[in-house]
């Protein structure tokens, strides 16, 4: 669902907030009841947190166990690839393309994160407790972890590869981000209910602001996806459109960060 709102841009300290002129309907908006939308607009939560100076982009989990080998209706999907989330993911997959090119003119760090497992499955330990499935194909799913080829990262870019929902469990993303001097994540990705909103939650406890792009994240459960949004907009994130993440981006200097070679250095 597209988010249409007219908006104006003012600085606000070391952040850029963007205030809404008019109220907009939200994809979360139909399964809240009219006690949760009071409470929402009464409690204080959902003020806008902005962006920082200082960017990377986060791209969870766009890999082929996550959208499959081609777009398809997810019911029939999800036979072959278990963790598929249909045509919505290949729908995010082409918003990402457009992202990842934004940040890339502009010499923005993108972090990808994707999934590892052992051939015997011991690896996946409290992840069999909660899914039948979770040992089915080690070949079919230890391919699957490839990022998917249309938004497949570069040399520079920098691959986490991860065991649980948070791309930051377990793996050195924390240390890359400082020592990028990281003070903004603009997230994308899947599934929004699980690794996403895992990752936001730790960014979020990291003290990064994060922006969450909305139609860049997908879900195989479309009640998940939009009450996830719904909190991590409350709570700990700025649920936003890529086009206002693109201008964002476009806006920045290209020599903020020194990024990786992407190339073999000899001593």
């Known amino acids: 669902m597209s988010i249409s709102r007219n908006v104006s841009r003012h600085?606000?300290?070391?952040?850029?907030?963007?205030?809404?002129?008019?109220?907009?309907t939200r994809i979360w908006d139909e399964f809240l009841t009219d006690r949760d939308k009071q409470i929402f607009a009464n409690s204080g939560y959902g003020r806008r947190g902005g962006f920082g100076k200082?960017?990377?982009?986060?791209?969870?989990?766009?890999?082929?166990?996550?959208?499959?080998?081609?777009?398809?209706?997810?019911?029939?999907?999800?036979?072959?690839?278990?963790?598929?989330?249909?045509?919505?993911?290949?729908?995010?997959?082409?918003?990402?393309?457009?992202?990842?090119a934004s940040c890339r003119s502009r010499n923005v760090p993108i972090f990808y994160t994707?999934?590892?497992?052992?051939?015997?499955g011991w690896d996946a330990t409290s992840r069999r407790w909660k899914n039948h499935r979770?040992?089915?194909?080690?070949?079919?799913?230890?391919?699957?972890?490839?990022?998917?080829?249309?938004?497949?990262?570069?040399?520079?870019?920098?691959?986490?590869v991860?065991?649980?929902?948070?791309?930051?469990?377990?793996?050195?993303?924390?240390?890359f981000?400082?020592?990028?001097?990281?003070?903004?994540l603009l997230v994308s990705g899947v599934s929004t209910s699980g690794c996403v909103r895992a990752t936001v939650t730790d960014a979020f406890s990291n003290?990064?602001?994060?922006?969450?792009?909305?139609?860049?994240?997908?879900?195989?459960?479309?009640?998940?996806h939009a009450v996830s949004l719904c909190d991590m907009n409350a709570k700990y994130a700025d649920v936003i459109g890529s086009k206002e993440v693109i201008g964002y981006v476009n806006?920045?200097?290209?020599?903020?960060?020194?990024?990786?070679?992407?190339?073999?250095?000899?001593?």
């Open 162 to 175: 991860k065991h649980k929902p948070s791309g930051f469990f377990g793996t050195p993303l924390l240390s």
């Open 11 to 24: 600085e606000d300290g070391d952040a850029a907030r963007v205030i809404s002129e008019e109220k907009s």
């Open 54 to 100: 200082r960017p990377a982009l986060v791209i969870v989990d766009v890999n082929y166990n996550f959208v499959g080998d081609k777009p398809t209706e997810i019911t029939g999907q999800i036979k072959e690839w278990r963790n598929a989330c249909g045509v919505e993911g290949w729908e995010a997959v082409g918003v990402i393309q457009k992202v990842i």
């Open 207 to 224: 003290n990064y602001r994060v922006s969450l792009i909305e139609d860049a994240c997908f879900d195989r459960s479309e009640a998940s």
């Open 114 to 120: 994707t999934n590892t497992r052992r051939p015997d």
């Open 177 to 184: 981000l400082n020592f990028l001097q990281v003070d903004t």
């Open 251 to 267: 806006g920045l200097d290209d020599d903020l960060f020194e990024l990786p070679a992407g190339q073999l250095i000899s001593t």
């Open 134 to 160: 979770a040992l089915e194909n080690y070949e079919r799913e230890t391919a699957g972890n490839e990022i998917v080829k249309e938004i497949a990262p570069e040399p520079r870019d920098i691959v986490i």
